[in-house]
């Protein structure tokens, strides 16, 4: 009963803030009839745009708010806004197209040296969740591959110039994939 009353009492308070309340609505792929009309509600009204993009900003939703937002309120939207939100959609977009073509050419790279490598997170959560990769902002990649060849992978890696997060020495390296389940390299 108490968190019910906590519970209450946070979604009050974000329906208090429509900046907040606006991002929350817009930041899912297909919003519903009733979300629909209370985004184009809330942007009936004065909203402080800079303050909507830089929370999106931080919550790694911008893509989806543009997109929400290019499809309910084209017309609500300042266009100095408009087009920093284009802008970054269009980048975005080219940026993961690099990502997933230099994901691609690791996994092949990969198979030609008998490890197989399977993407996850990222591109593939972009994908299953939104039905389209140009809608998440990721930063890295991510790469399974086999226990036993990720020493191997990590040196493959190393030799075509990518550097660890950890400088590593051999003994190191051998006991970091032993209890490690993820290597960032970047």
Known sequence: YCMQKICLKILKKIQSI??????ILC??????????GIIKNIADNPLNWDMVCNIAQQQRTLLLL???????????????????????????????????NF????ILFFKKKNIAAIPFKGL?????????????????IDLLVKKNKAREAWLLLN????????????QQIKKYIAIEDNIGFF
């Open 103 to 106: 994901v691609l050419n690791t």
């Open 27 to 36: 930041s899912q792929v297909e919003p519903d009839s009733n979300q629909r």
């Open 159 to 170: 030799k075509k110039g990518f550097k660890p997060e950890l400088n590593l020495n051999p």
């Open 66 to 100: 543009a997109q929400t937002c290019k499809k309910l309120v084209p017309d609500k939207i300042p266009s100095t806004i408009m087009v920093k939100l284009k802008n970054f959609s269009f980048k975005n977009g080219i940026r993961n197209l690099y990502i997933l």
């Open 124 to 140: 593939i959560t972009a994908q299953d969740l939104y039905g389209d990769i140009g809608l998440r902002f990721f930063s890295d």
């Open 18 to 23: 429509p900046e907040l309340n606006f991002v």
